[in-house]
């Protein structure tokens, strides 16, 4: 049935009238898709919008594509169901934009069968705790904060910093066995840089990619999120895959949210964000899941903090809903700042027995270091022991906290052993007897260790 009274439009928000009687026929439901078509018009293609808002015999529409080239004058037909992806073995390899469309210069794949984007969470007391890592071969990440299947878990960074890359970089040598990754706001640079990084690494063909770009409609980036975390959800819960999802920037996806809210005129929260904005980022990220005798989702997003500030809406309650962060500035991860909070469940117990102790002392030498640092900056004179420190935070920068450097994980701890090898004597450790014993270098083997 076609409806052609629309009331207003504001923004990407068309209101229309659909009077009860015929609502109560047609059923027209939240989360429901319709097309708009103009009159004036005929040869422009129709306009894909979303039920938002039932209020008595008003229906607001948001409008993917923009409100651009509609009128009052234009009628709308609802589709009867919600929005849906395509969901099939070839879209392995693909990318498509914020409505689903091939954008990759291939077919499009409309003769596929497809599946709603906005499908309820796992109940949290039938999932299967946490006891697989996902490697990275990111040393900060392997070493000091694990990743571990069905964790969310983000990158807090500030605009400018090279998360991109270091997100790809996980991306192209993660050990899952798809990736699916969703980009909300990118330049076509970053697309491309992205697309270019999983060619060149031989992983595009186990990789699905959805991609709002800065010139597409703000409010397509809200699919986004949903298109790929459904299609993960089905990858592992079909076929027992183990999806490593990868979402960059999740606050342009709030600022999305923001945009359609004031449309709304919704009354504003903090910074004028929308009041339900936890609510809406732990559904997606509540996707997170080990699904028992199936695969599992793993999520690792990128939230840009404006103004470097930790207390602003997005990431302050990102806090709350994920299981850790990795702080991303200055081009490293922060070994203080960053935290894994399901590390304990892998650390130890499915990496090696020297894992949990090399890690504490790396950071505790580290953290000394950065006191010695310190210490010759102000001018003070520096002991022996000190310019050891200092040595040491030097090549723990540059064999571990640059984010350029890939190693896996039995290399890193060895490398960790070689680098206190260097600057500090057995004794100095406080380590287990038998761990100094059986992995501390002779100085044979350090003589002969090239520097990486």
């Known amino acids: 049935m076609r409806y052609s009274r629309i009331l207003e439009i504001v923004g990407d928000i068309v209101k229309v009238h659909v009077p009860a009687t015929e609502n109560k026929q047609t059923a027209i439901c939240f989360g429901d898709l319709a097309l708009i078509e103009s009159i004036a018009d005929s040869a422009r293609p129709p306009h894909l ?27 709308v037909r609802f589709l009867g169901r919600s929005m849906e992806v395509t969901f099939s073995p070839n879209i392995l390899g693909r990318a498509f934009s914020g409505t689903g469309r091939a954008i990759d210069g291939g077919p499009q794949l409309n003769d596929e069968p497809s599946i709603e984007i906005d499908g309820p969470t796992v109940n949290p007391a039938r999932r299967v705790l ?7 071969d990111v040393p900060m990440i392997d070493v000091f904060n694990c990743l571990v299947e069905s964790q969310k878990i983000p990158i807090f960074s500030v605009a400018g910093e090279p998360y991109n890359q270091l997100l790809a970089q996980i991306g192209t040598h993660a050990d899952a066995d798809i990736v699916v990754f969703g980009g909300m706001g990118l330049i076509f640079d970053d697309y ?60 342009a996806y709030a600022d999305a949210l923001k945009e ?34 199936a695969g599992s989702v793993t ?7 404006p103004g470097d500030d930790v207390t602003h809406p997005v990431p302050d309650n990102t806090g709350y809903i994920t299981e850790g ?34 890690m504490n002392t790396m950071v505790r030498f580290y953290a000394a270091a950065q006191d010695a640092q310190q210490k010759q900056a102000m001018s003070f004179e520096l002991s022996e022991y000190d310019h050891r420190l200092l040595k ?4 723990f920068q540059r064999d571990f906290m640059d984010i350029n450097v890939t190693m896996p994980l039995e290399d890193a701890l060895d490398r960790c052993w ?35």
């Open 392 to 395: 040491f935070g030097e090549l």
């Open 260 to 293: 359609v809210g004031i449309s709304m005129e919704h009354v504003p929260s903090n910074r004028g964000y929308i009041g339900d904005l936890y609510s809406q980022l732990a559904r997606r990220y509540e996707k997170a899941c080990d699904y028992r005798g």
């Open 325 to 358: 962060q990795f702080y991303l500035h200055d081009g490293v991860i922060d070994p203080f700042g960053s935290l894994s909070r399901l590390k304990q469940h892998v650390i130890g117990k499915v990496t090696r027995e020297d894992h949990s102790q090399i």
């Open 130 to 136: 946490a006891s697989h890592m996902i490697r990275t």
């Open 299 to 305: 999520i690792l997003s990128v939230t840009t903090m």
């Open 49 to 75: 919008s979303q039920v938002i808002l039932l209020e008595g015999e008003e229906v607001s529409l948001q409008v993917f594509s923009g409100t651009k080239g509609l009128s009052t004058h234009s009628v």
């Open 418 to 452: 070689q680098v206190l090898a260097e600057c500090f004597s057995r004794d100095e450790l406080l380590m287990k007897d038998s761990l100094v014993e059986k992995y501390f270098p002779t100085p044979a083997d350090t003589l002969s260790q090239v520097d990486p």
């Open 192 to 251: 491309y840089f992205f697309r270019k990084a999983f060619e060149d690494a031989g992983v595009l063909a186990r990789t699905v990619m959805f991609v709002h770009q800065g010139s597409d409609p703000v409010v397509e980036g809200l699919l986004v999120p949903d298109m790929a975390l459904a299609v993960a959800e089905r990858f592992a819960v079909e076929e027992g895959k183990r999806v490593l999802v990868l979402l960059t920037d999740m606050t």
